[in-house]
Each structure stands twice: as C-alpha cells, then as structure tokens.
C-alpha cells in the first residue's frame, strides 16, 4: 500500500518540534531508528530536535540514546545502528514566541552539506510539530518569516488539531497561510497500523466480504480501543482534552470511515479521503436528548488523585454512531475507548445477522451470529467466526468455531509501529495515511455538539473502577437494543 518498497526515501532535513517531549522520545525517534536499522534513511539526512532545553548535541545524543535503550525492543538494538542515527542528531533550543534560536535553525538548514557543497537535489524539510496546535501557527510564521518553507517542504501535525471546530479552522488557517494543503500531514497513527490498512486490503483486494457488508447482512459494528494505562505525565493535557477529543474525534471515526466507506477508484491520496469524508458528513448528528440517550461519559476514580486535582474530564467514552446512507441506514456503529481497562486491546467487531430461518429442528448448541473481528492489538490478525458442526454422530450438535489470521503466525515479518511507516511515508510524500483538512473539521463537527450538551446540561462522567471493562452504563447502551460488547 503506502510503503512502496522501493521508492526511494530522499535526503531529508526532519525537524522535530518538541524533540525532547514524551511522543518524539517514545514513538519517534524509535521509529527513526528502526528505519535507520533497515537502512531506509537516506545517508545524507539529519534530524534536528528543538525543544526549549539548553541542551547541546551531545546531552541530545545522550537523551535519545538512553530512550533507545527504554523504549526500542532489546533483540533490535544494535550499537552500529544506535551510533548511525544519533550521528545524525542536532539540538537546538527554541521557544515558539521568543525570538532566539530560530536563527541557529536557518543557519542548519541553510548549511545542509547538500546544498552548499555538491549542488545536488537539496535535502527536503520536514517539520514536524509535536507540539500542542496553539503553537503550530506562531512556529509556522517564523518559518516562513525565515524563508525556510520551500515548494517541497512539508509540516506534519500532531491531533488533537484545535479542542473543536473553530480552534481547528483557526489553525489550519494559520499553517494554510504558510503551508499549501498537499504539503500539511495531518498524523492519526492509527492510520500507520498494519491491521488498519489490512482492513483496506481485505475489504478491497477480495470481492467475498462486498456483497455482505451492508445494512441487509449486518446487524451492527463494534468499535473498542482500550488502554490498560491512565494519563501518567500527560495529565495536563489530557485533563483539558478527554477521551472524546483525544480518541474519538480521531482513531475512532477514522476506524469507522474505514469500515463504512465505499471503494475508492483506487488507493490513493484524494480517492481515499473523499470517500472518508462522505463517510464523516452522513454521520447522523447526536444532540440534545439524543446525547443522554446514545453517549456514556466516564472517569476512572484514581483520576483526580492521578492528576492531582478534581476534575470532570471523562476517561471512557461509549456512543452509538449511525451512518446515514444506503449502505448503512439503521446499523448502529457503536464505539468506546477508555482508559485504566482491564485490557490494552483495539478491535473492530463487525457483527453479521442471524440467519433468516432455523433449519436444523433437532440441533443441539446454540448457533451465534457470525462475526469478524479485526484485532489491531495485541496479537494483529483477524477471526471469522463461524457456526460448525460438533464432529460425530449422535444428530447436529453447533459448535462455534473461527477461521484465524494471525499476523505472526502468517508472515515472517515483524508488523511495524505505526510511526514508523508513517514517518518514512511523509519524508516519502505519500499522503494516503494522513488526514486531509476538510475531514478533521468534519469529525470535529460531528463531535462538537456532544461535547457541548454534556456542558451545557452539566453530564459529568460516571465512575468506574480501574481494571473493568467501564461504567456499567455502556453496557445499557447495548442492552436496550438486545446487544452485548464482545469481550
Ligand atoms: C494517542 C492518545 O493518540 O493514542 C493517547 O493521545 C492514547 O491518549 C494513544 O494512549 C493510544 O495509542 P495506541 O497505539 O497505544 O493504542
């Protein structure tokens, strides 16, 4: 799909805005350097960090090397490598509103050896803001300010973009004022995961699942992401965003607009996001009474103790989402995400009707609905699950059985992180995996009067305890329309 294996990664300058921050140190530079460790960096690519530390080089080197050693799997580490990437690593110290270090960082990128030397193709620039979105405006303007944007460059963002639909227009405008849309990676990196994309494959490159894969055939869509962790050090964030800007507005609906879209004329940047779109604008709108009825707020009760604080941030979302068009009218897609669960597991459920007519009078056992389950952690793969026969005789005894795919049994390959195949995908520019513009503002949309009824009305979240599987709440949701979560 995106990976093309043999497109040629170009030389890259890879500028990493909150370079010492908790993402660049756990997700991105790992995934750098597995990259580097396959030697899919181009030689003359170097990554600068910039964070607001006072930190040289060399005290980088020493932090990104002792993440290495955290959070890269130790049969991966290999000191060749780990010497390779961090030979490659600048710092520089830089506050977005102040006026000093930008010019160190014209100057390093002014001075790439590629442009001042061998006056060959200049290395591209990536910027990459893993920084909080009031800031993405203020550094794109000393970008520009500092002529550093060229034709080529590109400027990834990290979600949540803005806390609602008009923070995220005032951002986007502000980085669409300096960066041309088909320049702007917006990350979701759930859109990096091997499953994910197998979900494409699967629903696309085999023609069995497409005439069952509509309201007539199915009777619902299960969409769960649970974490076993709570908010640790980003509680300060979290504690202003929530599980529904932080999980749903996103990862969730990009789920279900995978699960939901129609084919596109072919895989690829603007096909696949326009079908995603339509996906997002046929949701239908939850407000008002709607939101007591369909929506579950909850908050794990160590939160406040957590973050220090009381605080009426939710923890746990569960809502049930409809999509209104032909293919879907009237199949509930019901998603929760929560933290502190007893389980770190994302899976989507797409669960299919009973079959129209009994026809075994004397079975025995019962017959469950079939059911294919899409597991992107842990242990990738997929199930279809099927009504058998239970060997022998003695008349028809049903058995419920599965057809497996596991990942790792399957193929030989590692799967890897999600940032990894998108970070090499953006020095790459390939923009299939990244979200266009105009479908975040339409998840924030869809999202925003939920948000604003459960404020407007006062809907604070409900405990739960950790280690569950959530407030019992989103279990009442199912069961008044006769259904259960698959555990
Ligand atoms: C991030 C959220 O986008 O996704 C985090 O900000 C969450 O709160 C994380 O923990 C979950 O990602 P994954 O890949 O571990 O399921």
């Known amino acids: 799909m995106s990976a093309t294996p043999d497109l040629e990664v170009p030389a890259c300058d890879f500028t990493v805005f909150g370079g010492t921050g908790d993402l660049a140190l756990r997700k991105l530079l790992p995934g750098l350097y597995e990259r580097e460790r396959q030697r899919n960096l181009h030689p003359d690519t170097r990554i600068i960090g910039v964070s607001r530390h006072a930190l040289d080089d060399a005290g980088y080197r020493d932090l990104v090397t002792q993440a290495l050693f955290e959070h890269v799997p130790e049969d991966h580490l290999e000191a060749g490598a780990v010497h390779r990437l961090t030979s490659r690593l600048h710092h520089l110290a830089i506050d977005a509103h102040a006026p000093d270090g930008w010019h160190q960082l014209h100057g390093l990128l002014k001075d790439h050896p590629r442009r001042t030397v061998r006056g060959e193709a200049p290395a591209t620039r990536v910027f990459y803001l893993a920084v909080g979105s009031d800031l993405f ?17 590109r400027v990834v963002l990290e979600k949540p973009i803005g806390s609602d639909l008009a923070s995220s227009r005032v951002v986007n405008d502000a980085v669409g004022r300096v960066f041309e849309e088909g320049q702007v990676y917006r990350i979701d990196h759930y859109l990096g995961k091997e499953s994910v994309q197998n979900l494409l494959v699967t629903r696309f490159a085999n023609t069995f699942l497409e005439p069952v894969w509509n309201s007539r055939w199915v009777d619902h869509v299960q969409i769960t992401v649970s974490e076993t962790l ?3 050090g980003r509680g300060g964030y979290y504690d202003r965003a929530g599980a529904l800007r932080d999980m749903v507005q996103n990862h969730l ?32 709108p939850l407000a008002g009474a709607d939101v007591h009825r369909h929506t579950v707020r909850g908050q794990y009760t160590t939160y406040a103790e957590e973050i220090g604080r009381q605080s009426t941030t939710e923890t746990f979302v569960a809502l049930r989402a409809e999509v209104q068009n032909w293919r879907w009218a009237g199949v ?6 929560g933290k502190r669960l007893a389980r770190k597991e994302s899976t989507i459920e797409v669960v299919f009707k009973e079959p129209p007519h009994a026809m075994f009078p004397h079975s025995e056992g019962v017959t469950t609905p079939n059911r294919l389950t899409i597991r992107m952690q842990p242990d990738e793969g997929m199930q279809l699950h099927l009504t ?10 049903m058995h419920p059985a599965s057809l497996d795919l596991s ?17 090499l995908d953006v020095m790459r520019g390939i923009p299939t995996l990244f979200m266009r513009r105009d479908e975040v503002e339409a998840a924030w949309a869809w999202v925003e009067p939920i948000l604003d009824q459960w404020q407007r009305v006062g809907i604070e979240p409900v405990r739960y305890h950790p280690g569950t599987t959530g407030p019992a709440a989103a279990a009442t949701l199912l069961a008044r329309e006769g259904r259960t979560w698959q555990e």
């Open 137 to 153: 405006g203020p550094i794109c303007d000393r970008l520009d300010d500092l002529g550093l944007v060229e034709a080529d460059s």
């Open 230 to 232: 709570g908010v640790g």
């Open 253 to 284: 609906l990009q789920m279900l607009c995978l699960v939901a879209m129609e084919p596109p004329t072919y895989v690829g940047g603007d096909p696949v996001r326009d079908e995603k779109l339509k996906v997002l604008r046929a949701l239908k």
């Open 332 to 337: 509930p897609f019901y998603l929760r995400t």
């Open 388 to 397: 058998a026969k239970h060997p022998g005789p003695g008349g028809i005894r």
């Open 407 to 423: 990942y790792d049994d399957t193929f030989d390959e590692r799967s890897p992180d999600a940032y990894e195949r998108l970070l």
